[in-house]
């Protein structure tokens, strides 16, 4: 796909990141600098399946590393960002910055 | 799910409009009086198989009219978008703006 100007805005949106659910697991690894599964899963109101599937997605994609753990006796899973899932979200926010901009030009 | 400051800004978004073909075509229609299936398909770059399937969930969910009829002989559909639409989609961007402030303040 080519990125001219000509290209509608919701075009250049990723499904991989634009995903509701992915698109939140991204921003709060941008903003923490790890996070564990179950911090996530409240945070973003996951079931454990859901969390798991949508957190497998983004490992395959290369965006976020996966390390499993303990603390204590207890198994834990931590999640970070990877450079480019960080790219990948940025890229994400700058076009809904675009769509902002060409629906409400204000 | 109530929304208070607490919840994380991707919590808001509904994915009827969120998803990307979804909200390309809510925003289309929202600046178009009305589109026809062929603008929407070239400007949106989709297949007519998933471009209909998109119209039919929106359509659904009574964020669009769509409205058969012909010009001259050929048959055409239109495609509008409604107040509960324009509603809609407002919020999405809404949640949008919210994100973007969340993780880039400045």
Known sequence: MTDTDADHPTLG???????R???GILSVLAEADRADFGYLKIVLRLTDGNLG?????L???????????YEGR???TW???SPHGRKALQAE???MRALLRHLDPD
């Open 74 to 76: 207890r198994p834990r």
């Open 13 to 19: 949106f990723d499904d991989v990141v634009h995903q």
């Open 59 to 69: 490992a395959e994609h290369g965006m976020i590393t996966l390390v499993k753990g």
């Open 21 to 23: 659910t992915r698109l």
């Open 53 to 57: 599937r949508h957190l497998e997605v």
């Open 79 to 81: 999640a970070t960002i």
């Open 93 to 95: 926010l700058a076009h």
